[in-house]
Each structure stands twice: as structure tokens, then as C-alpha cells.
């Protein structure tokens, strides 16, 4: 079974700072993408970023990186430069990457405060 | 471009009515699609999914059901409503790269009464 830990269920963080956003994951499997969705108060969910467990590199996409460290099983979101459109709620997920997998678990969600 | 719209955005219904959500998508063809809800203050639960038309996967064994009748139409169901039903609906659909990422709906928030 697949499982997303996300341990911070808010942070405040001060306009222009960079922030890190922690995420764990339990898998056995070898082959698998990971994935950050942010929430603003809307509702809609925008995917960010992804990572996939073969990939050599860390992921970037402007100012989000995915801090991958294999090992250790996480897969932190770096937000460089925060603004205060960052204020909302992030997801972790992760997909098996096995053939006819189409199950995408989400962690329970960090809700990021960006203060002027 | 691909959309996908949900409706209605709204809605309160009392315990033991009837629900139907709708979801549709447009800018692609035999998308993988998603129905997802997510609990107050907390993370986003699957509860169905299909890779075409009349094929559904049930994640969760529960009052509701799933339907695909057309290509790019995810319909969610129930023919009677429980309080623990409200929540915030999310249909979604799978990107055709590599990655799978995918891309959601704008949502339905449910309050059963």
C-alpha cells in the first residue's frame, strides 16, 4: 500500500522568504511519480510539479523545486521568493507508475499563510 | 485546450434526497476520469474512476455510484443522501504525457441537512 505523510498542517511565512513544504511517502514499489497540487481558497486543484522516481534530477517549474531525497523517502516542495498569492492549502500525491495503476493518493494538506 | 466544468458549483440537500453531480470534458477524447471528495480540512479521498465508457473502478464502498454514459461524461450519484456525504467534490481527468498528472475540475460543494 502507498502512503503520503504530510506532517505541517500550517505554516506562516513572511512575504519574500522561501518556504519548504515537507512530504513523506511509503511505497515498496521502485516505480512511481510524485506530485504537488496547490489549493487556493476556490477550491481548484493546480498541479505544480512532478517527480519521478527514476529521474536523476531534482524538479523545477519557476519558482517550485521538489527537494527529492530518495533514501529517505520525501519529496519536500521549495517555494522561492514566496508571495502573497502562495496563501492556500498544498497537496502531496504519489501514483504507482506500475501498467493500469490509476490510483493517485493525497496526503491530508499543509495550509501555507504568506504574511505581508 | 482540454476543460473540464462541473455542476452545479452548489448545492444543500436534505438527508435522504437524491444527488447527481456532473463533470464533463471537452478538448479530448476516452480521457481517464476521477471522482474525488474531500472532507473538511483534510486531504482528497478517490472514490471513482473510469478508462471509458460504462467501465467503473470503486475505491470506496459506499451510497454512492458512478456513471460513465458518453465519452467525456462522468455522472456521481446517490439515491439517498447521509450527512457524512457532504464534502467537496473534485472531478478530475488524466493528462495524456507521460507524467499522468492530473487536472481538476472546479468543484462541488455538497451539504447534506
Redesign the interface.
Known sequence: AQKITQTQPGMFVQEKEAVTLDCTYDTSDPSYGLFWYKQPSSGEMIFLIYQGSYDQQNATEGRYSLNFQKARKSANLVISASQLGDSAMYFCAMRLTTFGNEKLTFGTGTRLTIIP | SQTIHQWPATLVQPVGSPLSLECTVEGTSNP?L?W?RQAAG?????LF?S?GIGQI?S?VPQNLSASRPQDRQFILSSKKLLLSDSG?Y?C?W?GVVY?????????S?LTVL
Not at chain 2, 99 to 107: D, P
Open positions: 481517464n476521477y474525488y483534510r486531504g482528497l479521498q478517490l474512476y478508462v473502478s475505491e467537496f473534485l478530475a488524466r507524467t499522468g498528472e492530473l487536472f481538476f475540475g472546479e468543484g460543494r
